[in-house]
């Protein structure tokens, strides 16, 4: 079965997304750890992180780094922090975290927000893309 993440890319589910080309998607995670907190994600369903191919890999940490030099512009923080994890969606992706405290990092406290401020917060930081 593919993974949500893949039914993402392939439009079956909806996302709040901020950017998209041929091999990623970066969307807003639907349970953040802080507002903003972003997924990076290759189209290829990948595992593992460590099992991509090198350029893949290195573009994927390209293609992040651009997204979160948008984030930084988009939502107050100290900076963005980064993590994979991979426990719960077998399929690489990359958490993108605006931190202001090390909590923020732990996935043990989860903000809520309604769906007009996801929609808003996704167009706000897909503005501040280069
Ligand atoms: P992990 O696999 O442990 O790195 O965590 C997977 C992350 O994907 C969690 O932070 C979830 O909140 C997030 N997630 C799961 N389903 C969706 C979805 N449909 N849209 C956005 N984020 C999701």
Request: glycine share 2%; hydrophobic share 40%; aromatic share 6%.
């Amino acid at each position: 079965m593919p993974s949500i993440f893949t039914q993402i890319i392939n439009k079956e589910i909806p996302c709040y997304k901020i950017a998209e080309n041929d091999r990623f998607i970066a969307f807003l995670d639907i349970n953040p750890n802080a507002k903003g907190h972003t997924l990076c994600v290759p189209k290829q369903e990948i595992n593992k992180i460590f099992d991509m191919p090198e350029k893949l890999y290195l573009d994927l940490m390209q293609f992040s780094k651009d997204i979160a030099i948008a984030l930084e512009k988009t939502v107050p923080c100290k900076r963005i922090g980064m993590s994979v994890i991979g426990l719960e969606v077998a399929h690489v992706h990359v958490h993108l975290i605006p931190l202001q405290d090390m909590s923020q990092m732990t996935f043990q406290h989860k903000v809520s927000q309604s769906d007009p401020e996801f929609v808003a917060l996704a167009q706000q930081i897909k503005n501040n893309l280069p």
